[in-house]
């Protein structure tokens, strides 16, 4: 048996890592680097333990993974020590292309998706590994001939999903994220290579369902996490905007490097090695930092956000089911630039609108499947009691500094 290092979750106990090629990416700094990035942004702000990592998670994360392995082979399902490994690793590194404060600065600092990030680390890695990482990068893109190891990744009912729902909610504190995530683990099977539970796990699946829209709307969407997360977004916004100005603003080397160009994937493309050495240095730490110096800057707008979002001043946000009608806005915007308590000018930093959506569980995208003991698959949103709540639900926000109304 070879020998593995054992590491201590809070939220799952001892976790084994093998040494090889699991360990190797572990201690690479591409990996290190996501113990310097909050797991869920800024909401410790609304919860104070929510401190935890992508480190964390992908860890956690991984650890599921094996267990889900483990339960697929013991029902029959063949699965190589070379796949398992490729899974192993496809998960490990599913987060890897993450920027600072996770989700928040996604298109801000450069207008790609994390996911693609995510690949292209990986074949840069696995050109340092040698080639190690090709077949977990085949899993990870959808293009093993079997698909259930790829669902393992990413799907409705991933690794993934099961981890983060039960990490933030053990963070958190909030109980209505709590999953039986060991349950539904022991109830996976495989057929016609798809990732299907057993009939006696729907129960299982209907509370993670339920769990997930809670979650959503009770920590990841929380109104006051998203003014600090919107807040933040425009402290960068503006950051660039002074930097294509030609203001020298006092940031780090990596931070000043994606403030100063607007990076595309074509870039991403041509210039693959020399950005992904400046973003594999970024993390929050880049951006904390970067806030408690522009709190000093002449500009106001971006001195004014800045030491709001450190001293946690953080702006009223209004939810609504419909958009805000023009003359509300036009008369909030009235109101805060008569006020002596924020900057004059500059109002599309001080008052904004926009909206967020979720979506518990898509009919559209490949369903939950579910097995019957007399061998019928079908799909969750035919298998159950339980209503589905398949539809997108979207709702806007006005954002503004907080003055009275």
Avoid at 248 to 263: A, G, M, N, P
Avoid at 275 to 284: A, H, N
């Amino acid at each position: 048996m070879s020998k593995v290092k054992i590491l201590n979750d809070p939220v799952y106990g001892f976790i084994s890592i093998p040494y090889g090629i699991i360990f190797d990416l572990v201690e690479h700094p591409y990996f290190q680097r996501l113990r310097r990035i909050k797991q869920v942004s800024l909401t410790h702000y609304v919860y104070p333990g929510a401190l935890h990592t992508r480190f964390h998670h992908a860890l956690g994360a991984y650890h599921l993974t094996c267990q889900a392995i483990d339960v697929l082979r013991s029902k029959g399902t063949e699965i190589s020590d070379a796949e398992a490994e490729a899974v192993g690793i496809s998960i490990l590194l599913h987060d890897i292309g993450h920027g600072p404060f996770s989700h928040t600065l996604e298109h801000t600092l450069i207008n790609v998706t994390h996911e693609q990030l995510s690949v292209m680390i990986m074949e840069q890695l696995n050109q340092e590994f040698e080639g190690a990482l090709s077949l977990a990068i085949e899993i990870f893109n959808n293009r093993y001939h079997k698909p259930f190891l790829h669902q393992l990744v990413s799907g409705q009912l991933d690794m993934d999903r099961m981890d983060y729902l039960n990490r933030d909610s053990f963070f958190t504190g909030v109980s209505e994220g709590v999953i039986g995530y060991d349950r539904i683990i022991k109830m996976l099977d495989v057929h016609d290579g798809e990732l299907v539970i057993e009939e006696k796990g729907i129960y299982s699946i209907e509370k993670f369902l339920i769990a997930r829209r809670l979650m959503y709307w009770q920590v990841y969407l929380h109104k006051t996490v998203l003014s600090a997360e919107e807040m933040l977004v425009r402290v960068l916004k503006r950051a660039k905007e002074l930097t294509s100005n030609g203001k020298k603003l006092e940031v780090s080397k990596s931070l000043q490097f994606f403030l100063e160009q607007e990076i595309t994937r074509e870039d991403l493309k041509n210039r693959r090695d020399e950005i992904l050495q400046q973003f594999s240095r970024l993390d929050d730490y880049d951006i904390v930092s970067a806030l408690k110096a522009f709190d000093y800057q002449d500009d106001e707008i971006l001195s004014y956000l800045s030491k709001s979002l450190i001293n946690r001043k953080l702006f009223r946000l209004e939810l609504k089911n419909t958009p805000f009608e023009e003359e509300y806005i036009e008369k909030i915007k009235k109101l805060v630039t008569e006020s002596d308590k924020v900057p004059s000018g500059n109002l599309e930093y001080l008052v904004f609108t926009g909206s967020q959506t979720n979506r518990a569980y898509s009919t559209a995208k490949q369903e939950i499947k579910i097995s019957f003991k007399n061998g019928e698959v079908k799909p969750m949103s035919e298998s159950s009691d339980y209503t589905i709540q398949a539809n997108m639900v979207r709702k806007y926000f006005l954002c503004y500094p907080k003055i009275k109304v």
